[in-house]
């Protein structure tokens, strides 16, 4: 589809661009930075920070691949010539992770090697990709923007319309997790850590904070939130009419 091409494209621009400008801006203020500040400078994170951007395009370009189909209501014919709603769902899912994640990783790659260069600019630490970190972060990132394009196609397939598919992404990826921080006591401490994206996105840091999970198993509760949402969407999918 054409606008799948778009939706990629814009992407990739959209995060290399954002990759060069937060990467400079954090070399430029490095200088000027305490020792405690210096202590938590984190250049895998500032490189990948992109990521941010790139889940909401993935996830939305998961959430067309099913929601598209129930708005000009070509569903309909599609399921007469698949009746079998399992298969068709399961092809929808493979062939939207054959394009989220050579994206998700050209996307990762990208901003680590834009970034990386612009913070060894400014003279500020910078990493290669020879380095184990750099390769877990980069690799991770782009398996955790595979799983929010299939968070996105999971939650149009029970949602239905595109618009509140859209609305939810924006909640669940990005507005929760800004202010998880700011909410009081136990609330607070658990969704800082836990909740989903929160917890995937430690897969793209190289300084460890050890209230947070570490990477992979950040990554692990991302996978299993993403999975059981699937199974859910599988489930409506086969005995809601069309």
Same mark, same amino acid.
């Given at each position: ?11 990739? /621009?959209?995060?290399?661009?954002? @990759?060069? $400008? ?34 909401? /395009?993935?996830?939305? $370009? #998961?959430?067309?691949?099913? =929601? ?8 309909? #014919?599609? &399921? ?38 612009? $913070?060894? @600019? ?6 290669? !990709?020879?380095?184990?970190?750099? &390769? ?10 595979? $799983?929010? #394009?299939?968070?996105? &196609? ?7 319309? =595109? ?9 669940? !990826? ?7 921080? @700011? ?9 800082? =850590? ?10 793209? =840091? ?12 950040? &990554?692990?509760?991302? @996978? ?6 699937? /199974? ?11």
């Amino acid at each position: 589809m054409r606008s799948t091409l778009y939706v990629v494209l814009g992407t990739l /621009a959209f995060c290399m661009g954002l @990759a060069a $400008l937060s990467s400079t801006s954090a070399g430029e203020e490095y200088a000027a930075m305490t020792s405690a500040d210096r202590a938590v400078f984190d250049p895998l994170a500032i490189s990948l920070r992109s990521y941010l951007l790139a889940q909401i /395009a993935l996830g939305l $370009l #998961g959430g067309l691949v099913i =929601t598209s189909e129930y708005g000009a209501r070509t569903i309909v #014919g599609t &399921l007469t010539s698949v009746p079998n709603r399992v298969r068709l769902l399961a092809a929808k899912a493979l062939a939207l992770v054959g394009v989220t994640l050579p994206v998700g990783l050209l996307v990762s790659l990208g901003g680590f090697l834009i970034g990386q260069a612009s $913070l060894e @600019a400014a003279g500020a630490p910078h990493l290669g !990709l020879s380095d184990g970190t750099a &390769l877990r972060g980069v690799v991770g990132c782009g398996l955790y923007l595979t $799983l929010a #394009g299939l968070f996105g &196609l999971a939650l149009g397939t029970v949602i239905r319309s =595109t618009t509140a598919t859209v609305t939810t992404l924006f909640g669940v !990826l990005l507005i929760v997790q800004a202010f998880a921080p @700011a909410l009081p006591g136990a609330l607070g401490d658990w969704l800082a =850590t836990y909740w989903p994206p929160v917890a995937g996105g430690q897969i793209i =840091t190289a300084y460890r904070d050890p209230a947070l999970l570490a990477p992979w198993s950040g &990554l692990a509760v991302m @996978a299993a939130c993403v999975a059981a949402l699937l /199974a859910a969407a599988f489930a409506v999918f086969r005995r809601r009419d069309a």
